[in-house]
């Protein structure tokens, strides 16, 4: 194809965050025209993301429903985007991730036969299951794609063992530090009403395979944790997901230590990421934002598709056991040199220029100057060392 036409699809707050530095590094290219359509799938979760970033959908499929299916879901993407691929077919399509929306999006344009970018590619911890569905979502993109943006070079390796032609992958690391340093430049404040002393932990949980069990036991080590440090306060933003929303109300709501609010703006949860002491998460993105900027990360579960965290020290795998928890936290409220092994500000995801790589790949894929209109930073083919980005000490006094 050489129409500049692209097509970028998102469906829920992660994915925009983590698209909206490729959409504004598409749109300052010469001969790309970007539109932005978004699902639904996540509704104000999407909205508040968009606004972060001075981003508005140009088509709105508008699909979320409650306690609707993921076949809905799915089945709902692929005949509101289907249409629109066969009446004006772009040159392009991008997704990111590991969403019901990005794998739907991956599947309309394989039927199409529109060629598809999927960011954030090759991510895999090698089990079905966990997390489910996004260990079969991104494996279905990545098989679709024609280009595959692999935020490191593990990710790399693991689209090849797939089969995966090579040319077709390219490293670029992860536009979530794009995102991050972006908005950690604005030096944003806090939420309101927290306490301005002590220390914060950041936690996070909405995995489906959180749910039940899981999620309990981690609500129980909160609960434990707030027992042993009474210095200690939680910022839990709770994902409104019934399953996770009904419980962590019933569980900790009311508890002194512990503050629940409905789910952060973007530049609120960088100021509680650089505000925190540590963070607790099942969450992908945390695992790969916190580290940069100099927060240990207790990972929330038994596997990762993030091994690079873990690998470098600065996050581990915990598990949702509460012994577990609580020792793991415990050493690293309680001994400097355990918390200066995982405080390290460095990120193995990139060096905050991911999107201006891959607009210029995508540029080069639809026929057009690679030349920016304003020019960037230099693209440069590969990946530079890991990034150090200034952090706090973690006590809440702003």
């Known amino acids: ?72 879901l799915a089945a709902g993407i692929l005949d509101g985007l289907d249409p629109l691929l066969a009446r004006d077919p772009p040159a392009m399509v991008l997704a990111q991730g590991d969403t019901t929306t990005v794998m739907a999006a991956a599947i309309a344009c394989f039927h199409r036969r529109v060629p598809f970018g999927h ?21 279905v993109a990545g098989r679709a794609a024609t280009l595959n943006f692999a935020p490191t070079e593990g990710a790399r390796r693991a689209l090849l063992r797939e089969g995966v032609p090579p040319e077709s992958v390219h490293v670029t690391g992860n536009t979530v530090i794009d995102a991050l340093m972006d908005v950690a430049r604005r030096a944003p404040a806090l ?68 503050t629940l609010t409905e789910p952060l703006a973007y530049p609120e949860l960088v100021a509680a990421i650089r505000h925190c002491t540590l963070v ?20 929330l579960r038994e596997t990762t598709e993030r091994p690079e965290a ?7 795998l915990v598990g949702t056991d509460p012994d577990r928890i609580l020792a793991e936290a415990t050493a690293l409220l309680t001994s400097p040199a355990a918390y200066a092994a995982m405080a390290k500000g460095v990120s ?3 060096d905050g220029r991911a999107a201006e790589r891959i607009a210029a ?37 702003a």
Do not use: W
């Open 191 to 258: 939420p309101a009403g927290l306490p301005r002393n002590g220390r914060l932990v950041l936690m996070t949980m909405h995995r489906r395979e959180s749910f039940g069990p899981p999620a309990e036991q981690v609500m129980a080590a909160v609960q434990r944790l707030c027992a042993a440090f009474p210095d200690l306060h939680i910022l839990y933003p709770v994902h409104p997901n019934p399953n996770i929303r009904d419980l962590a109300h019933a569980r900790l709501g009311g508890h002194p230590q512990v």
């Open 310 to 316: 873990v690998e470098l020290g600065v996050a581990k």
């Open 119 to 139: 960011v954030e590619a090759g991510l895999r911890t090698g089990d079905l299951q966990n997390p489910f569905p996004e260990e079969f979502n991104r494996i």
């Open 1 to 72: 194809m050489v129409s500049g036409k692209l097509l970028c699809v998102v469906g829920t707050r992660p994915e925009t965050i983590k698209m909206a530095p490729v959409v504004h590094a598409l749109r300052r290219r010469r001969g790309l025209s970007v539109r932005l359509l978004l699902t639904g799938q996540h509704r104000g979760l999407l909205d508040q993301a968009l606004a972060a970033f001075g981003l508005a959908g140009d088509v709105d499929l508008d699909l979320m429903r409650p306690n609707q299916s993921l076949s809905g």
């Open 348 to 350: 193995p995801y990139g």
């Open 280 to 299: 607790l998460t099942d969450s992908g993105g945390l695992q790969e934002e916190a580290p940069a900027l100099g927060k240990p990360v207790l990972v």
């Open 361 to 397: 790949l995508v540029a080069a894929a639809v026929g057009k100057s690679a030349r920016p209109r304003r020019a960037p930073s230099r693209v440069v083919a590969a990946m530079p060392p890991p990034i150090f980005l200034p952090v706090t000490d973690g006590t809440v006094t």
